[in-house]
């Protein structure tokens, strides 16, 4: 399948649909059970190598990734728990006796450097573990019905494998301006496209499916997650978002590019076709 709105915004890399199926897709990609990985650098090999990701409920490769691609609150298994959780995100675990434990555990057990650090003092995301919880509270938690979840690169979508539940783009800021005016072209109103802080997979996965529920679905800007921007920076450059279009919306926005803003001056001068 090929994409209207990638060719008129001159998308360097391929659109990525996730897709919630019951068959594995033969070839793919898939964290080792258990093992730590960031679901974002499996969006990045999808987007930029063609390669297809499969997810389950055992391999997620990691909490913040469990929770985006649908398959429930998987903060609750974070060392420590949810408590343990809360201190990570903002403030540290440091100076709570059990996250001390668990840390020294950690470090004994040879776990990776910069978790047992953020672990200890904090990645500081938020600025106490009480504004962490309600972050948790406000994130819409999802038990996805399908057995895996993958990410599949636009152009390797095949007839029968069923409707994706989003497309996401990897863009530049021009690409983004231009997708943000197309999100709203057809729509009355001037916030049609949100920009939430979540994780950045959890912009492409939970959030996409929340809005595919909505009468007037929304897109969702993403990638404002700096832990997701350095572990996806040596496949993509620095300066790209994420664009995350529900399905429905998707379609309506490709009925939209002919006679549209997007085949005339100035977005064919930013382009660099004028």
């Known amino acids: 399948m090929q994409s209207a709105i990638a060719t ?20 793919a990609l898939q964290f080792d059970e258990g093992k730590w990985g960031c679901v974002v650098s499996m969006f990045g090999a999808a987007a930029t190598k063609g390669k297809i990701a499969v997810f389950d409920s055992r391999s997620y490769g990691c909490f913040g990734g469990g929770v985006a691609l649908g398959f429930g609150n998987t903060y609750r ?11 990570f995100l903002s403030s540290g675990n440091e100076g709570w006796e059990p996250g ?7 470090e004994a057990g040879g776990a990776r450097k910069e978790f047992v650090q953020h672990f200890l003092h904090g990645e500081r995301y938020k600025q106490s573990p009480e504004l962490v919880r309600q972050f948790v509270e406000e994130l819409p938690m999802t038990e996805v019905a399908s057995r895996y979840v993958a990410f599949v690169p636009f152009n390797r979508l095949e007839p ?62 993403g990638l404002m997650d700096l832990s997701a921007r350095a572990y996806l920076r040596s496949q993509t450059g620095r300066d790209v978002l994420t664009f995350t279009m529900p399905y429905r919306r998707f379609l309506e926005m490709e009925a939209c590019v002919a006679g549209s803003f997007l085949e005339q001056h100035p977005w064919l001068t930013l382009k660099g076709e004028a």
Do not use: H, W
């Open 77 to 87: 298994q974070f060392p420590g728990s949810m408590q343990g959780f809360c201190n």
């Open 8 to 27: 008129a915004i001159g998308l360097a890399s391929e659109p990525v649909a996730l897709l919630l199926t019951d068959e594995k897709p033969e070839g």
């Open 100 to 106: 001390e434990a668990i840390a020294a555990g950690m």
């Open 160 to 221: 029968g494998q069923g409707e994706p539940a989003s497309v996401t783009m990897l863009v530049t800021s021009d690409q983004l301006a231009a997708l943000v005016v197309l999100a709203n072209y057809d729509r009355p109103g001037l916030e049609n496209v949100a920009i939430p802080y979540v994780a950045g997979c959890q912009s492409i996965g939970i959030l996409s499916y929340r809005e595919a529920q909505r009468e007037q679905p929304r897109c969702i800007a």
